[in-house]
Nanobody
Framework: QVQLVESGGGLVQPGGSLRLSCAAS????????MGWYRQAPGKQRELVAA???????NYADSVKGRFTISRDNAKNTVYLQMNSLKPEDTAVYYC?????????WGQGTQVTVSS
């Protein structure tokens, strides 16, 4: 079994920052990648950022230059630093873990950007 526990969401004003955390536990040997997705009401879930086991990263065009994904292997934790937040970033953010092509998901954390 695999469990992902997210934290760090909240309400911020446009231009503000948030840092999301996701701690993984359980049968997590052989991780291929960890990342973050988001979903707004009425919209499809979309990739925000991902990091492969090699350390290579991939970002959605809409967040490049503003968001940064990082990880702490010793803590089995992945982070998403979000700067210069915009109202269109408002969504539920989900941590994602891929092990041998099998996807695991966190419970989701709400990020709201509003003045």
């Amino acid at each position: 079994q695999v469990q992902l526990v997210e934290s760090g969401g909240g309400l911020v004003q446009p231009g503000g920052s948030l840092r999301l955390s996701c701690a993984a536990s359980g049968s997590i040997a052989g991780i291929n990648s960890m990342g973050w997705y988001r979903q707004a009401p009425g919209k499809q879930r979309e990739l925000v950022a991902a990091m492969a086991s090699s350390g290579s990263t991939n970002y959605a065009d809409s967040v490049k230059g503003r968001f940064t994904i990082s990880r702490d292997n010793a803590k089995n934790t992945v982070y998403l630093q979000m700067n210069s937040l915009k109202p269109e970033d408002t969504a539920v953010y989900y941590c994602n873990l891929v092990i041998r092509r099998h996807n695991y998901w966190g419970q989701g954390t709400q990020v709201t950007v509003s003045s």
